[in-house]
């Protein structure tokens, strides 16, 4: 297998993000691949200095996706957080160790931008993916909510 390659995610990747963002059970229910409401999040995303989308390469095939988004806040003295949303791992790179690396990857932006915490949420019914953050030190500290608007 070739070394993974951790990028900024490009246009072009879209269609291959939202097809890991659909592969599986809650993401069929809510992902509607094409929609161009994609493109539009896209270009927001890519115009904003506090977002990174990225994507690992294996082989020039992309493997796997988060979104990183970094934070500034008041408290903690004014300490910046990195959110870490929309984990995907494609179903055939699974069990390797590829998710691992994403993290420490994602994990050594976060310090490099001078974030203090790195915070994420997972769905209540994806129990393999909460045990899998608690292997990589992340703690279930607070409980939180949404409102869908």
Known sequence: MSAPVFRRAIAADVPAI???LADDVLGAARE???DPGYDEAFAAIAADANQFL???EIAGRVAGCLQLSFIPGLSHRGMWRGQIESVRIAAEA???GLGRQMFEWAIDQCRARG???VQLTTNKS???ARRFYETLGFVASHEGMK???
């Open 115 to 117: 974030c203090g915490i």
């Open 32 to 34: 509607k691949p094409g």
């Open 126 to 128: 994806r129990g393999d």
């Open 147 to 149: 409102l869908k608007l």
């Open 18 to 20: 939202v097809a890991l």
């Open 54 to 56: 990225a994507v690992v």
């Open 94 to 96: 699974r069990g390797g």
